[in-house]
């Protein structure tokens, strides 16, 4: 049933734009069309058309506790900018102050394993809360972020977190969503402007250097697929 919705929604939405979209989605599924925003370039791009279009869209971001201060800075820019809310999801208190008694505060550097502990508690868990009862997942996942992301397409079935997932930005290029940025006075993370192009938790995310990969800079200690457990791509 899923694949069959899916392929509906693809054929339907086919010569929309993406403002037209939003507004598509807003209409079938009345107040379960979620955003989840993380504040980088992707996703400042997302809020602009989001808020610009007067979508009935709702926006939630993750406060995982061990964020920039310049992602704070962009985030309270964006709201004093487009006046729309964005609902905030943390982490249980419990299960951190557990991981950090057990394994301290660095144990992410540890293994793979360790790290993936700390970003479920951090993210996924958050994530799994913020996205229950809802009908679509609207993400700023970029085919060419990661080999891991070049199969994904514009509409898929999540089976994780059982829901529809909308890429509205899979084939646009880094370019594109800059000159977006750029043309329309969109707020940004400082720290793009210093090499970070993927931004995550402080401690997990370093400059990438001329020619590397886009997410380099994520968990750059280790050799794995590059992602926290948010996307399954």
């Known amino acids: 049933?899923?694949?069959?919705?899916?392929?509906?929604?693809?054929?339907?939405?086919?010569?929309?734009?993406?403002?037209?979209?939003?507004?598509?989605l807003a209409d079938e599924y009345?107040?379960?069309?979620?955003?989840?925003?993380?504040f980088g370039q992707e996703d400042q791009v997302i809020t602009a058309l989001i808020a610009n279009s007067n979508t009935a869209i709702n926006i939630f971001t993750l406060d995982t506790g061990r964020l920039f201060q310049e992602t704070y800075d962009v985030f309270h820019k964006t709201l004093k900018k487009y006046k729309k809310h964005i609902e905030v999801?943390?982490?249980?208190a419990a299960a951190v102050q557990n991981l950090l008694n057990a394994k301290g505060p660095n144990s992410f550097y540890e293994s793979v394993e360790n790290r993936k502990e700390c970003c479920f508690i951090r993210k996924v868990a958050p994530l799994t809360k913020a996205l229950k009862g809802n009908s679509v997942w609207i993400t700023g996942l970029r085919a060419e972020q990661?080999?891991?992301?070049?199969?994904?397409?514009?509409?898929?079935?999540?089976?994780?977190?059982?829901?529809i997932k909308f890429n509205p930005l899979l084939k646009w290029t880094?370019?594109?969503?800059?000159?977006?940025?750029?043309?329309?006075?969109?707020?940004?993370?400082a720290l793009h402007k210093k090499g970070f192009v993927s931004i995550g938790c402080a401690p997990c995310t370093r400059a990438?250097?001329?020619?590397?990969?886009?997410?380099?800079?994520?968990w750059w200690w280790e050799s794995s697929h590059k992602e926290c457990g948010l996307h399954q791509g």
Not at 30 to 38: A, E, L, R
Not at 208 to 218: F, L, M, T
Request: proline share 2%.
């Open 146 to 163: 990661s080999e891991n992301r070049n199969d994904l397409h514009l509409f898929e079935y999540d089976s994780k977190f059982e829901i």
């Open 89 to 92: 999801y943390f982490p249980e």
């Open 208 to 218: 990438i250097a001329e020619g590397e990969d886009i997410r380099a800079g994520r």
């Open 30 to 38: 009345k107040g379960k069309v979620v955003f989840s925003t993380s």
């Open 1 to 24: 049933m899923s694949t069959i919705i899916v392929q509906a929604l693809i054929e339907k939405t086919k010569d929309f734009s993406i403002e037209e979209t939003f507004a598509f």
């Open 174 to 189: 880094l370019k594109e969503v800059e000159d977006y940025i750029e043309l329309n006075n969109v707020p940004q993370n």
